[in-house]
């Protein structure tokens, strides 16, 4: 892990889980000035170990109630199919996460959507947009565990 102290640890912990915490709080967690822990999430936004601070949104209560994993055969494996593949999935909110896998599938999209109505329209934009050998779904029945926390 890059060079992390246990003060950076602590401040990366403490605001992966609440981002708005103020210098004053993170200096209590950290047992630091609030100078030394601005100076210390500075150096730490400047080497790229801290990309964003957003909020977290219920995506319940704001009508997209159903998680959705699908499974992406790719239709060529040509860079012109991966790049439209990519802008596709970028150019959907809906689509969550994509990644590109080993093993028998290419794809792993992670989608919300509000309901099957609302998959079915996500599925029809996106093969309309670039030409998928196989696509299954996956549903989720119940969130388990999920988190953006990384293990520090």
Same mark, same amino acid.
């Given at each position: ?26 200096? !209590? ?21 801290? %990309? ?14 159903? =998680? ?9 494996? =040509?860079?012109?199919? +991966? ?7 970028? *150019?959907?909110? *809906?689509?969550?996460?994509?990644? %590109?896998?080993?093993? !028998? ?21 996106? #093969?309309?947009?670039? *030409?998928?050998?196989?696509? +299954?779904? +996956?549903?989720?029945? !119940? !969130?388990?565990?999920?988190? #953006?926390?990384?293990?520090?």
């Amino acid at each position: 892990m890059e060079n992390l102290d246990a003060q950076d640890r602590k401040i990366l912990n403490a605001l992966q889980r609440d981002a708005t915490l103020s210098l004053d709080a993170l200096a !209590e967690l950290a047992a630091l000035s609030r100078n030394a822990v601005w100076r210390r999430v500075k150096a730490l936004e400047d080497r790229g170990l801290i %990309r964003a601070r957003v909020a977290l949104l219920d995506p319940k209560a704001l009508g997209l109630g159903l =998680s959705v994993f699908m499974l992406i055969r790719a239709g060529a494996h =040509s860079p012109d199919w +991966s790049t439209r593949f990519a802008r596709a999935t970028r *150019e959907m909110p *809906e689509i969550l996460a994509a990644y %590109r896998m080993t093993g !028998e599938l290419d794809y792993l999209l992670h989608a919300r959507v509000a309901d099957m109505a609302g998959y079915d329209r996500l599925y029809q934009r996106l #093969t309309a947009k670039v *030409e998928i050998a196989d696509v +299954s779904a +996956s549903f989720v029945m !119940e !969130e388990i565990k999920d988190t #953006t926390a990384l293990p520090l």
